[in-house]
Structure formats: structure tokens, C-alpha cells
């Protein structure tokens, strides 16, 4: 075993904390994070336990749509998720608990916490970026702990990784860093903004995955010959994305995104057992994408682990492409 094997969240948390973690007062004011699309993926693990990703990413902050987390002093530990109580056992509540508990020590008060996720559920996107970015800062505020940018983004990281990016609005870079501790694999945002960039959501289908990403990016990594390519496939798309966001090239960073999303794809179905995340809706859409594009629409496509697909394109091109997917949500995220 070498020393970085031996590190867990919470050794390389508690030294950033003080003495004791304690509340500031009864509750805090909600806060959000946005959820995010990512255009060069993060698909594989140097470190399981950290979180620490073999490649670097860049990703596009979805603007109001995310999750909103309030954490309170309560007499038992509740987690509230919509509105509604989540029973203490069910996965999602033990999650959230089990994070706070890095910070409060499992022996801390108890507390209530309340998180709302306004991402329609139609879009059938991943809520767990934005939930865990929103409740590092629901923590940071409520127990005081005035943590560093950088230091929030490598703890949110922790609880998922692309939770590391849900820190920022618009482009934002997760790098992959180094260390063994990861305090250098943190997420910066871009200052550059595209007020007339869309994103559009189409659902295909609703369904819980039957492999999440978390489980299917460490089959591929144990299974997949092919995917001995991907960090050289990660890396130069990140250098395409970052050429066409400061030359403010559309066409580029859509190709790279598009062509980005399908290679890891490719990995997912080099694996095995195979994971092909697609149904034959996203098939038909990705065609649906590629014919509106050979007839002159500029619209590139993106994909994560779900056959969901999320359309990339400029505000003039937006209603033909919603005339060709009518049931497309579209957000602005420089808006
Ligand atoms: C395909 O961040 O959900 O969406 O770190 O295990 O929680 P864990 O994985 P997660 O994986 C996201 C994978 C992806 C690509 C991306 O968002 O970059």
C-alpha cells in the first residue's frame, strides 16, 4: 500500500477544519448551486475514494437550474428532499448525512436539512452535481467555516465529482491536478461569457439507470482495452474547447463537445459487461440532430451516462430546432 492509497475524505478534510464544528446559529438562509453539462467528460478514477479523476474536464453551469439546500438545528437528524421526508435508511438520506458528517464528526448535533431540486424531472438530468455543491455551501455557511474556493470545490468533489464544477456559473474547468490528497483537483471558472449559447434538454426516458456513472466508469476502466485512449481523447478535446472559447468559435466547441461525448460512449460499450446507455429514442434524436445539421441548423449533441441528450446551439438557431423537438426544455446559461 503507498501513502496516497491510505487517505481518506475525512483525513484530508479534518485539516482544514477547526477544533470543534458547531453551528453559527439555528439555521441559514438556503443556497444554490447550479447543475452543469459537461462538454469534455470526466469518465474514470485515478483515486475511488477522493474522487480524483484521470482526465480533466469542461463543463457549462445549466444557471437557475440546480438544487437549493437549507440545513437547520433539529433534535434528529431529517433530510427533506422536495418538500417531502426522506426516511434515515433510504440511500439518498444516508448519503447526505454521511457527508455532513466529515464536517461535524459523527458524534456532532443533530440537524435538519431541507434540499430542493427545481431540474424538471422530464429533463432526466443528474441532480447529484448540484446536491452535493449545494450542500458543501449549505456547511460551510452553517457551521462558519469560511473554507476557500478551492477548498470547497476539492470537498464537494468528494461527495461527487462533478458536484467540483456545480461551484461556478457558466464555463468552468476541473483540473485534474496531482497530489495524492487532490487539494489541487479543483474546479476554476472560465470569465468568458456566450450570452446567446442554449442548451437544450430532451428527455428520452425517465427511467432510473440501471448502471449509474459512478459504477459505469469503473467497469470501464477495469474492462475496456479501448479505453486506454480516452485521456488522450479528453485532453486534446479540453485544448480544442479552450481555443474555441476564447475565439469564440461555436462550430468548435460543438464539434469537440459532440465528438467528445460519443468517444466516451464508445468506452461505456467497449466494456464488459457492455453498457450501452441509449435507447432507440436517443438513436433516433441523435439522427433527428445530425439531419437538421446536414440541412444547414447548427445544433451539436451531448451526452452523459443516460439516454438522455442535451442539445448545443446559438439563440438564432433556436426555434427551428424547437419546431424539430417540440418537448425540448432550453436554458440560457449566460442569462
Ligand atoms: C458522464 O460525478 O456522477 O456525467 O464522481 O462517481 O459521483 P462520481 O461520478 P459523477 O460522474 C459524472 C460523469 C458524467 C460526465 C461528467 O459530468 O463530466
Redesign the pocket.
Known sequence: MNMSDSLTKQSVISQYLPETVTPLGDTIEAVFAPS???L????G?RN?EL?LPINS?L?ISLAHLGTQTRLSVSNEDQVWLNGQRVAVEDSFARKVIAFIDLFRGAQGLPVRVDTDNNIPTAAGL?S??SGFAALMLAIDRFYGLKLEPSQLSAFA?M?????S?SLYHGFVE?QMGVRDDGMDSIALPLVTRWNDLRVGLLKVSSDAKAV???S??NRTVATAHLYQSWPLQAAADLARLHQAIAENNFTQLGETAEQNALS?HATMIASWPPLLYWQPDSVAAMHNIWQARAEGIEVYLTM??GPNIKLLFMADAEAAIQQRFPDMDVIAPFA
Open positions: 452543469n453539462i459537461a469534455c467528460k470526466y469518465w478514477k475511488s474522487n474536464s463543463s443528474a447529484s452535481a468533489r461527495g461527487s465529482g462533478s458536484a464544477r476541473w449509474d456513472s459512478r459505469g466508469m466516451m452523459d451516462a
